[in-house]
C-alpha cells in the first residue's frame, strides 16, 4: 500500500461515485424514468476502479453492457454519461446509445457494448497504435465470466499474444452470465489459466479489494508499457443485485446477497483499510461521500430536465457528413 | 379455444413437440436459467424474455440445454446435431447476434443439403427475435430477416400473432431443412385466440387479412399490427387496402402477392428491415418484373430509414413506418396518375 | 500510363498509400506469408492469392501484420484501431469468411459514428475476396455484397478493372468511414491501363461505359466484363444498351440511373449475388418506385438462381448470368408491350 | 502394441490407402485433370488411421479443407469420392462439394469443410446424441494447428466441456497454417494445453507414429462412451507437400523437407515396427501395396470417366423436394 494520499483519494471518489450514481440510478429507475433496461455494476467498483488508476486519458478502455462503472471510473464526463443514460441530446452519444453504448473518446473509453465479448478485439485494435506509430499506451478490456466463452475473446487474447500487444484482459467474475452460475458455464473452471494458456502471465485476486486490483494493474500496465504484452487478470466480485434491475434473481439466495453486502463491499473494505493504516482520515472520505452525492443528483437532475434529441437527428451520424 | 399471448403460443408448440418427437430438444443460453450453478433452489427463469418458462421442468436437462455464452458453437453444435439426426431448436437470444455465428447458419447448416449431395437433412430451427421498439438500442433491435432471406438453403418465418407463431413453430419444427423462426419483441405479450391442440401453419402460404380493390399492402411481423390499424382511416378516406400477411418469406407466397396486385394494380410493402436490399425491395422488384402491366402506380416499400436503432423513444418511434406514413402513401398510391 | 493487373493494381494503391500516411497498416492472415516462422529463409509470399506482395519488403512488421486465423480478432482489431486514430486495411481472404466475424463488422465497426454520437470517425478498409467462376466451391465463391449493402454505416465498393481498383481502394483508404472492398477473384490478372500516379476515384459515382438509348443495363463487378461481351452482339440486333457500372454499391448513384431510365425506359441488372433480396432487386425496386412513369416495360434481374455456388465446372459455367441469357432478356424487354 | 492382426492390417491399409490416393492426385493435379486446388494428406496419414480404427461407423467425424485423409480412414466410399474430387454425377456430393466438401453420412463422416474450425462444433452437436437420446457414439473433429486458433473451436471445447460430450479434439500440428509457422500464430504454443484449461485431458504425441495416436485415441474413446466427457489430442507431423498444390514453399527449407521424409514417414514407422516386433510379414504388406494402387488407379479412371452432373441439377437439393 504504497500509494500517494492523492491517489487514495482519486481511488475512493471513482469508487464512491459508481456507488452513488448506481444507487440512484436504481431508484430512478424503479421511478420509470430510465428509457430502457440497466445492468448495475454495485460489487465490483474496486475493479474498474483499481484498473483506471493506473490509467492515463491516452489509454484506452473497452466495455461491456455493464459499462457505467467502467466509464465514471475512467472519468467520463459525468454529467453528459447521465444524459446519454436518459437518452438526451447532450448525451454522450447523442441520445443514440443510451446506457449500453456510452462512450467517451476524450478520456479513452472507447464504449460500452452490448455484444458479450465483442469489446475484447476492440481493445486489442486500440494497442495496435503501440506497434504501428510507437505510441505509449495501454488499453484494458473488462470481460464477464460469461464472455469469457466467447470465441471473442479467445481470438483477441491470441492475436494480442502473438503480436505482443499493451493490453489488460480484466475479467470480471462475478459469479454469473445473466442467470446462469459460473461453474456451470466455464469449462475448466479457472478463466485466469486459460488466459495463460496463451502465453501471458495472469493473476487471480479478490475483486472487491482495491489494493489486491490495482497492485496487478499496475504490474501488468508497466509489462505492456515496456513491449511485453498483455496480460490477465482475473477478479472476483459478485454483483449486488440483478442482471439487470427487475431481475427476481431465484438463481440465487438471499443469503448469498446478504453475505457479499456485509463481507465484500469495496467501500468498506477501502476504507477499513486506509484508516487503519492511518493514510486518510474518515471524516476526509465522508467530505467526499457528501460531495458526490450532490454531484450526482445535480447530474440526475439535469439530465432529467434536459431535452430529447430532435427527430431531424434520427438519421444524422450514420456516415462522415456530405460523404453519403 | 383459448386466449394466449405469443410468448405462450411459442411454449406450448415446443412442448407439443418435445412430446410427439423425443428427437426434438431445445439448446441456448439460459433457456432454463440457473440451473446450472451449484446452489441452485428457485424457479427455472426460462430465459430472460421467458420464452422457454416451463420446458426444463417438464423435459428437463437431457432435452433443455443451457449453454456457455457461446453462439458459434450453439448454432454449429445445433447444425450437427441436425445433420446427425435429430431435430434442435436453437435459440439466439437476439438476432443482432448473427454476427458471431453467421457461419454455422449460412455456409454450414444452410449449405450442407446441397454441397453434401442431398445425403441428409438438416431440420434446425433457430428462434431469435427480432424487431424495434420498446428501448433496446442499436445492438439489441434489428430485423435482419432480408439477409436470412437472401440465403439459399435457409427458410424464413415471421410470425405477426399468437396463432400462426404457434402452427409456424410446428411447422417449422417438423420441416427437414433449416428454418429461422424471428419472434417478435414487440409482440410477445399480444393476446389472441389460439387452440389447445396441435396444428401447423404452413411455410410459404401467405394470409390475405382483409380484402380490397384499390391497393395491395403487404406488411410484415410487426407492421401487420401497425396496418390494422390503418384500416379505418383508410375506408373513411375512400381507400380499399387487401392487407397481406405473407408469414414466412422463405418461401415467400408471391402468387399471393401477384394476383393482389393484378387485381388492385398498386403495391405497397411494409417492412421493419434496413432499406437497401430489404425484402420489401425484393417483393416490388418481383412485382415490377413479373405483373408490370398491372401496375397503374409506382411500387412503394416503407421500411425505417438507412441508420442503425437509436436509443432515444423519440427517435425510435421516428425509425418505425407509423400509420401517418402508411396512410399518406397509401393515398399517394391512389392519387397517382 | 502502364499497363497493370486488377492484383498490381490493388498492391499499388496501398503502397502509395502507405507512403503517403504512416497510420495506414495492413493486417490479416498470410499477408506477409511465412516472416513468421522461425526458420524462413525465402521471399515473403504475399497472400495466398498474392495481393499484399512487395509490402512486407517496403514496410515491414509494424505496418503488414500478420495474424492467426482468427477473424473475429481481426476485424475487432481494426475497427478498434480506427476508432481509436489508426487507418487499417484489414484483408477478409475470402468474402465467404464474414460469417465467422461479421459482429464486428455490422455491429461494431458500421455502428461506431451513429451509436457513440459522432465522437470519432471509423476509418477502415476491409479489402476481400468475391466471386465465382474459378471452381473454389460453395464456401469459397459467394458474393455477398447485398447483404454489406444492407448495413447502415458501411460503404461497399466493386471495381470491374484495374483502373477503378486503384483510383477506389485510394479513395476507401482516405475514407473515413469502414469500407468493404470487394475484389473479384477471376478479375485479379485483368489487365488495363493504370496511371502511376495516385489518383481518387469517387465513391458514389457511377460511370457510363456506353450510351444508348433502348435500355439501360446496369453491371456489378465480374458482370462488367460479360455485358461488355454482349455488346456486338446487342447492336446487331438493333438493341443501343445503356452500360452503367455503378462501381460502388454503398453509396449508390442512384441518380444516374434514373437518368438513364428516363432516357430509354427499359432497365436490365446483372448481379452475381444470391437472388432473393439482391442488389439487383434493390435498384428495380427503387426505380420502379422513382421513375416508374418512364418505365416501358418491366424491369429485369439477372441473378444466379437461388442456390448454392456449385463445385462443378459446368454447373458453375451455368450459375452465372452469362451471354446468352443477357441477350436473350435484352431482346424480351425490347420488344416488351 | 497389442492389437490383433487384423486390426494391423486394417491400419496399414488405411494409411496405404491415403498415401497412394494422395500421391495420384498429386499427379492427376500436375496433368490438369482435378477441376479445383486440392490439399494433399501425405504425411499426415497415421493420424487419421490412428484415430478413425478406434470408432465405428456410428461414430461421426468432421473433417477440413485437408480431408481426402479423414475420408479414407473413415472407410469412405474409395470410387464415390474420387468422383467426387472430379466433380461427377455419381460423385459423393452429386458433384456439388468437390474437395473440400466431401461427405459420407453412411459412415459417419460428417463432411470436409472449407471454413477453418467450423468443423469443431459440428462435430460437438453430432455428439449431442449421446445426451439426448442415451445413443452410444464418440465424435471427432480434426483440427489444424491454424484451425485451434477460431473461436469457433475454442467455444466448441467449452461446450463440450461443460455438457461433458463424447469428443475427440484431434489437433492435427503440421507446422504451418498455409504460410505461416506455428511458432509465429499459437500463443502460448502450446494447443494440447490450451484444450487442458477448459477442462479436459489431453495427449501430445508424434503424429507419424501410428501406435501413439492409436493408444490415445483409444483411452478417449473409452472415456468418452463412458460418458466422462471429451479430450484432446495433439499430433505433430509435417505435411509433405505445399499448402495447395503448387504451393512454392518459400517458407521451409529443402532440407526440412528431406528430413521429414526420411525420419517421419509413417508408413515407414509403421512397416518397421511391426515387423521388428514379427507381427506382420513385409510380404503381407507388400500385397496390399499392389492392391491399393490397382484400386486408386482404377477408381481415377472410372471417375474421369464417368459424367459431370446434368447442369438441370444446379438448382436441385438446396431444400427437401417440394418444400420450396
Ligand atoms: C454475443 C451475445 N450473446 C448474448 C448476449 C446476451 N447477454 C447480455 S449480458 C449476458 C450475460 C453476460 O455475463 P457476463 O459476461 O458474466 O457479464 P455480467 O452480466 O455478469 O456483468 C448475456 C448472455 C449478448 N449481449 N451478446
Ligand atoms: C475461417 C477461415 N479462414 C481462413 C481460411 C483460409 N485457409 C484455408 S486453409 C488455411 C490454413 C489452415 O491451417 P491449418 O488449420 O493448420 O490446416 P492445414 O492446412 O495445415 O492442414 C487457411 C488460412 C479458411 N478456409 N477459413
Ligand atoms: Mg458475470
Ligand atoms: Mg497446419
Known amino acids: 500500500m504504497q500509494l500517494s494520499k492523492d491517489k487514495l483519494i482519486d481511488a475512493y471518489t471513482r469508487m464512491k461515485k459508481i456507488r452513488v450514481f448506481e444507487e440512484t440510478m436504481r431508484d430512478e429507475f424503479a421511478k420509470g424514468t430510465v428509457p430502457a433496461f440497466i445492468h448495475l455494476y454495485i460489487g465490483q467498483e474496486a475493479i474498474a476502479s483499481g484498473i483506471c488508476v493506473e490509467l492515463n486519458d491516452n489509454d484506452t478502455i473497452a466495455s461491456t453492457h455493464r459499462g457505467h462503472g467502467h466509464c465514471l ?45 465483442a469489446n475484447a478485439p476492440i481493445a486489442v485494435g486500440a494497442a495496435l497504435r503501440q506497434r504501428v506509430m510507437g505510441e ?172 430529447l434529441p430532435n427527430v431531424e437527428e434520427l438519421t444524422t451520424n450514420v456516415y462522415e457528413k456530405g460523404s453519403y | 379455444m383459448t386466449v394466449k399471448t405469443y410468448r405462450e403460443a411459442i411454449i406450448e408448440a415446443m412442448i407439443l413437440e418435445m412430446k410427439r418427437d423425443e428427437k426434438v430438444f431445445v439448446i441456448g443460453e439460459d433457456i432454463s436459467g440457473g440451473r446450472g450453478c451449484e446452489d441452485f433452489e428457485g424457479e427455472a427463469a426460462g430465459g430472460p424474455m421467458g420464452l422457454t418458462q416451463g420446458l426444463w421442468d417438464e423435459f428437463g436437462a437431457k432435452r433443455v440445454i443451457d449453454t456457455p455464452i457461446s453462439e458459434t458453437a450453439i448454432m454449429g453444435a445445433a447444425a450437427g446435431a441436425a445433420l446427425s439426426g435429430l431435430r434442435p431448436i436453437a435459440e439466439l437470444m437476439f438476432s443482432d447476434f448473427f454476427g458471431v455465428c453467421f457461419d454455422q447458419i449460412y455456409n454450414q447448416a444452410a449449405k450442407f443439403r446441397f454441397m453434401y449431395g442431398d445425403q441428409g437433412a438438416t431440420p434446425l430451427v433457430i428462434r431469435t427475435m427480432i424487431g424495434a421498439g420498446i428501448g433496446c438500442g442499436p445492438q439489441h433491435s434489428q430485423s435482419p430477416y432480408s439477409i436470412f432471406a437472401n440465403i439459399p438453403g435457409l427458410k424464413v418465418v415471421t410470425p405477426s400473432n399468437p396463432y400462426d407463431a404457434k402452427g409456424l413453430l410446428i411447422s417449422s419444427i417438423r420441416d427437414n431443412d433449416p428454418v429461422i423462426f424471428c419472434e417478435h419483441k414487440a409482440l410477445l405479450g399480444m393476446d389472441g385466440e389460439v387452440p389447445d391442440e396441435s396444428y401447423e401453419v404452413p411455410l410459404g402460404k ?119 406514413t402508411i396512410i399518406s402513401a397509401s393515398e399517394n398510391l391512389k392519387n397517382y396518375s
Open chain 1, 73 to 117: 471510473a475512467k472519468n467520463s464526463n459525468l454529467e453528459r454519461m447521465t444524459m446519454e443514460i436518459f437518452c438526451r441530446a447532450d448525451g454522450l452519444c447523442e441520445g443514440k446509445g443510451g446506457s449500453m453504448h456510452i462512450a467517451d473518446l476524450s478520456v479513452g473509453m472507447l464504449g460500452a457494448n452490448a455484444i458479450v465479448g
Open chain 1, 136 to 307: 505509449n499506451l495501454v488499453s484494458a478490456a473488462f470481460i464477464g465470466d460469461g464472455a469469457s466463452n466467447q470465441g471473442a475473446v479467445f481470438e483477441a487474447m491470441n492475436l494480442a499474444s502473438v503480436l505482443k500487444l499493451p493490453v489488460l484482459f480484466v475479467f470480471e467474475n462475478n459469479g454469473y452470465a445473466e442467470f446462469t452460475g459460473v461453474d456451470y458455464h466455464c469449462g475448466g473452471g479457472d478463466i485466469a489459466g486459460r488466459a495463460e494458456g496463451f502465453g501471458m502471465p495472469s493473476y487471480k485476486l479478490d475483486g472487491s479489494d482495491f489494493f489486491a486490483v490495482q497492485e496487478a494493474a499496475a504490474e501488468a500496465v508497466e509489462r505492456a508499457r515496456k513491449g511485453e504484452g498483455p496480460s490477465a487478470i482475473e477478479c472476483y466480485a459478485k454483483r449486488w443485485y440483478g442482471h439487470f434491475e427487475g431481475d427476481p434473481q431465484h438463481y440465487r439466495t438471499k443469503e448469498e446477497l446478504e453475505t457479499i453486502r456485509k463481507d465484500n463491499d469495496p467501500l468498506i473494505i477501502f476504507r477499513q483499510k486506509v484508516e487503519e493504516a492511518g493514510l486518510v482520515e474518515s471524516s476526509e472520505l465522508d467530505i467526499i461521500d457528501d460531495d458526490l452525492t450532490s454531484k450526482v443528483f445535480n447530474a440526475v437532475e439535469k439530465a432529467k430536465n434536459s431535452p
Open chain 2, 206 to 324: 401467405g394470409k390475405i387479412l382483409k380484402e380490397g380493390n384499390d391497393i395491395s399492402i403487404v406488411a410484415i411481423g410487426q407492421m401487420v399490427g401497425v396496418v390494422q390499424n390503418c384500416i379505418k382511416s383508410l375506408e373513411e378516406k375512400g381507400i380499399s387496402a387487401e392487407i397481406i400477411d405473407p408469414r414466412s418469406l422463405s418461401p415467400f407466397d408471391d402468387e399471393m402477392v401477384y394476383d393482389s396486385v393484378e387485381k388492385t394494380g398498386r403495391l405497397l410493402v411494409l417492412d421493419e428491415s434496413n432499406p437497401v436490399c430489404s425484402f420489401g425491395s425484393w417483393i416490388t422488384s418481383m412485382v415490377s418484373e413479373e405483373v408490370f402491366s398491372s401496375l397503374k402506380a409506382p411500387t412503394k416499400v416503407l421500411t425505417p430509414p438507412h441508420c442503425p436503432v437509436p436509443a432515444a423513444p423519440n427517435l425510435e418511434a421516428a425509425y418505425l413506418p407509423d400509420v401517418e
